[in-house]
């Protein structure tokens, strides 16, 4: 039988649960929400970016999803990683292209982002573009959304 103190830490991690994963809709509309010019330029011209994802995270309950500031501030650090860690793969000469979910959406936004490598870079590796006809589908229209290969 257990002692007292060794169920403390199991009831302390119960009333820490983590938050249910992000559905496929919640993840689009957090893209949405994240997309909008007026919380672009917000997180482009501030330091301190709390309020914004107070904003985002009301974007997010006008669409029907509690998510709070903090949750939303994580799923678009991983997002952006995601997105970074792809363009990084397919920026390297003679690497298989690439994707990630989403890729399209996180394109239109952090496409043209000072703190991803510029398209120009992925092109010049590829001469005069015949490897992306040859087999190489272009990784923007690449597995969108829902393609899972064997998890």
């Known amino acids: 039988m257990q002692s007292s103190s060794a169920q403390v ?6 009333n820490r ?13 957090l893209i949405a929400v994240w997309g909008e010019e007026s919380v672009l330029s917000e997180l482009r011209s501030s330091f301190r970016n709390a309020k914004t994802f107070v904003k985002i995270s009301q974007g997010m309950k006008d669409r029907g999803h509690n998510r709070d500031p903090k949750q939303c501030r994580v799923k678009l650090k991983e997002l952006r990683q995601a997105y970074q860690k792809t363009r990084e793969a397919n920026g390297r000469s003679g690497s298989e292209p690439q994707t990630c979910r989403f ?12 703190t991803t490598t510029p398209a120009v870079l992925f092109d010049s590796f590829n001469g005069d573009g015949g490897n992306t006809e040859a ?13 899972d290969d064997d998890g």
Not at 103 to 114: N, R
Not at 135 to 147: I, K, S, T, V, W
């Open 103 to 114: 890729y399209d959406e996180l394109h239109a936004i952090l496409g043209s982002s000072a």
């Open 135 to 147: 087999g190489a589908p272009d990784r923007c229209g690449q597995e969108h959304l829902g393609h």
């Open 17 to 29: 649960k983590r938050a249910p994963a992000w559905t496929e809709r919640e993840v689009q509309d």
């Open 9 to 14: 830490p199991m009831m302390e991690s119960q």
